[in-house]
């Protein structure tokens, strides 16, 4: 019984992973082309540039144009960086580190129901945590 569960948890998770590395590599070739794409409407704006102003001064329109470009990207790159990161759901960070340890007591016959109490416990927490700190989502203003 658990070899065919086995054998199907297997191929779920490598038809995922073929998925998903189809999906990436579509990804990486279209950014590849975009930057091809790129590289050729700037060496047409080049040409343009050099028929009205000369090939130095378009040169310098270029490279001002790009090293903008990077300026912008930088100060946006930081300001994504310096942003605080949102917290956390408890009850997902607990499930997390509590996992491993659920686990091994599930192997055993007290673990049902030390995990079953654990839950219980884990649940009033979350519960209490919800109520006691208004965190229902209403908006109690009058005005």
Same mark, same amino acid.
């Given at each position: %019984? ?37 590289? #050729? ?11 009205? #102003? ?50 091994? %007591? ?38």
């Amino acid at each position: %019984m658990f070899g065919g569960l086995g054998s199907f948890i297997a191929s779920e998770v490598s038809g995922t992973v073929k998925r998903n590395a189809t999906v990436f590599g579509l990804f990486a070739f279209a950014a590849l082309l975009l930057l091809c794409a790129g590289g #050729y409407s700037l060496n047409a704006l080049h040409i343009v540039l050099t028929e009205r #102003y000369g090939a130095v001064a378009a040169s310098l329109w270029i490279a001002g144009g790009l090293a903008i470009s990077a300026l912008i990207a930088f100060g946006i790159a930081l300001f994504v960086r310096n942003r605080p990161r949102p917290q956390r759901p408890i009850a997902a960070t607990a499930a997390f580190a509590a996992a491993p340890l659920a686990a091994k %007591m599930l192997t055993s016959r007290t673990g049902w129901r030390i995990a079953a109490l654990a839950g219980i416990a884990v649940l009033g927490t979350v519960l209490g945590r919800q109520l006691f700190s208004g965190g229902d989502g209403e908006d109690t203003d009058d005005a």
